[in-house]
């Protein structure tokens, strides 16, 4: 958990410079979005634990802490990582309000921003998303597709087929726009 | 203040039109209509940023406004899931959702444009440039506006639509990408009229 919490720290961060206590509580009052991640790694981390006896334990006292901080974050920022999806280190989130991530499996260094809506909304096994995607505003992914590493889904994209790596894709229905584009700046 | 009192204005036309203004409706519309309060902190926050990059940066009760002014910021954020940038100039007599989602980061606004829900209106991170927004402008809900773009005067967004490019004044645009559905109309109607299907009037229009 805490490997995976320092990587998000250091993606919101977006400086050379090691982060110090200062930073890190500036960094999670402005950042909704991180408090959020701060919320799904907890939640995941207690997940792990139910694997033995006296972690199941634990985790049976600090659950109703998860869910109070879940209901907080959905209610207050309307942001949803649930503990169905399967995030990667270091997701970077942009902004807050109408964020749902359910059921996909994410790779690490990814980008979502505001009203990012990832995750079947039937049954289905859920979209997988490569290494350093970046996923722009009101991007909508609800179909079982695969993202490769690298591409770059535009504000406003709605992805109903698979992409190969560092594409760009743009408009509804989404289409690739530009093969080898490379989303290194802003990522 | 001036600014906020010509929103006031619009926002009470909208809601009761042809009524006027008085001291009652117009407390009860602040204290009911979300849109208001995200404008009224903007406002204010406007002008603690101007002050805070001016000359008087630091001074001691800027930073004592500073801190209920950022607790009352915070408040509206959460109650309207909505975000405005504290350096966009917006003019008075300007109109905000009060259904909340908005993200709003134009560098200018003109006077008379009503923005609908769930929109979001930003920076491209391609290149870091701003919207730009006109006058009497009509922007529809789920709406996308980003980059370095210019909005002309009384130009009309149906909902839905992502636009990247700059527009010129009174066209309608439509779908995602955005092409141009219209000329020359006259969105006065749907910024009057917040019931008005804005798809059905747009093709009724279109239709004569």
Known sequence: MFAHIRADVLRFHRADTTPGVRDLLRLAGDNFGLQALFVYRFGRWLASLRQHLPGWLLAACLYPAYWLLVAFIRLAYGIRLEQSADIGPGLYVGHFGRIRVARCQIGPGCAIQQHVSIGPEADGPGPVIGTGVWIGAHATITASVHIGDGATIAAGAMVNQDIPPRCLVLGNPGRIIQRDYDNSTFL | ?208
């Open chain 2, 1 to 208: 203040m001036a600014r906020f009192s010509a929103d006031l204005d619009l926002c009470h036309r909208r809601r009761w039109p042809g009524k006027p203004v008085r001291l009652l409706s117009g407390f009860w519309l602040l204290l009911s209509s979300r849109g208001l309060w995200l404008l009224l902190v903007h406002r204010l926050s406007h002008w603690w940023v101007s002050r805070w990059t001016g000359p008087s940066r630091g001074s001691w009760h800027l930073r004592l406004i500073g801190i209920p002014l950022s607790s009352l910021e915070w408040l509206v954020k959460v109650f309207t899931k909505s975000d405005i940038l504290g350096r966009s100039d917006i003019e008075g007599g300007v109109c905000m959702p009060d259904q909340g989602c908005l993200i709003f980061g134009a560098k200018k606004m003109g006077t008379g444009t009503v923005i609908g829900p769930r929109t979001t209106i930003g920076m491209s991170l391609a290149d870091g440039g701003l919207p730009e927004i006109g006058r009497n402008v009509w922007i529809g809900a789920d709406c996308v506006v980003y980059g370095s773009l210019t909005i002309g005067d009384g130009a009309t967004l149906l909902p839905g639509t992502a636009l990247t490019r700059s527009i010129p004044a009174g066209v309608v645009m439509q779908g995602n990408p955005a092409r141009m559905a219209l000329r020359d109309f006259d969105n006065t109607a749907l910024r009057e009229q917040p019931d008005l299907d804005a798809d059905a009037y747009v093709a009724a229009v279109r239709g004569n």
